[in-house]
């Protein structure tokens, strides 16, 4: 069954997974682990899909939670 979950769930090891799986992967950066922890923590407003146990979706965002959300990646 999958599930929605608001916030930082993912670790970098299944965000960079994701990414990968996604194609996101060949425009991100990937092998540098310590910007993909950036983007993680920096985006104010994450959602996150699991499969159970397992990530299989994310939206990654930066918001003022008004007016505006710019939306910075979706992997699926």
Do not use: W
């Not at 996101?24 to 994450?46: H, S, T, V, W």
């Not at 499969?51 to 939670?65: C, E, K, L, M």
């Amino acid at each position: 069954m999958l599930s929605y979950r608001q916030g930082h769930q993912l670790t970098i090891a299944q965000f960079r997974d994701l990414l990968v799986r996604s194609t996101l992967g060949k425009r991100r950066p990937i092998d540098d682990p310590d910007c993909l922890r950036g983007m993680l923590e920096n985006a104010n407003l994450q959602i996150t899909c699991f499969d159970g146990d397992h990530p299989v979706g994310i939206a990654r965002s930066v918001t003022d939670f008004d007016y505006c959300c710019y939306l910075s990646d979706l992997a699926v």
